[in-house]
C-alpha cells in the first residue's frame, strides 16, 4: 500500500489529488483518463485552430483555460489535498468535491497543457528550423528542471499556494511565449551573436 501511495503521488499532483479527496482508488484512474483524452483533443483542436488564430492566439485561449482550471481546484479542493499524510485530506472544499467537476478539470488540464505543448512546439520548429535538436533540446531540459522543482515543493507546500505559483507562472508564459512570437528576429540576434 505504501509503495503505491508513493507512487502515485510521484506521477502528478492532479492524480494525487483525486487520490486524496475521492475514496475510490479507481477515480485516480478516471482522472488520468480525462487528462489524457484532453490532451489528444488538444492536438486536433488547436493544431486546426492555430491556423486561425495564430499561435500566439492558442497560447492565450490555453491561459485562460488552466486559469479557469486554478480556480474550479481552489474552489472543489480541500487546501491539505496536495500535502495530506494521511489517506485523505481533512479540510472542506468551498463547493463540496464532485468527481464529474473533477473530470472536466481533468480535460481542461489536458486542453491547456496541450495548447501550450502544440505552440511551443511549432514555434520551435519555425524558428530554428535549421538547428531544430538543440532549441528542443533546451525547452525539454527546462520543462524538466521546472518540473523537478515543483516536486520539491508540492509536498510541503497547501494547494492555494500551489496554484497561485501556477496561475503566475502560467501568465508569464503567456506574455513570453506572445513576446517570442511576434518579435523571432530578436531571439534569433541574440541566440546567434557571433555565429557564421
Known sequence: KQWYQRRVRGSSVFITIIGEV???????ALGGIATGIGE?????????????????????????I???????????FPF????????????KPIIPSNLYL????????????GGFNVSIYANLSTVFEHKPAPAFAVFKFVQSLMGAGAFLYCGSLQLPYQLAILAV??????????YLERFPQRVLVFLTDGEE
Open 22 to 28: 475521492f475514496s475510490k482508488r479507481s477515480y485516480i
Open 40 to 64: 489528444i483533443s488538444a492536438g486536433f483542436i488547436w493544431g486546426r485552430l492555430s491556423t486561425k488564430i495564430g499561435r500566439h492566439g492558442v497560447v492565450m485561449c490555453s491561459t485562460v
Open 66 to 76: 488552466l486559469c479557469i482550471l486554478y480556480y474550479l481546484a481552489f474552489i472543489s
Open 80 to 91: 491539505d489535498a496536495a500535502t495530506a499524510t494521511t489517506t485523505r485530506a481533512t479540510d
Open 102 to 113: 473533477t473530470l472536466a478539470m481533468g480535460v481542461l488540464l489536458g486542453l491547456g497543457d
Open 169 to 178: 507562472t502560467c501568465l508569464l508564459a503567456c506574455f513570453s511565449f506572445t
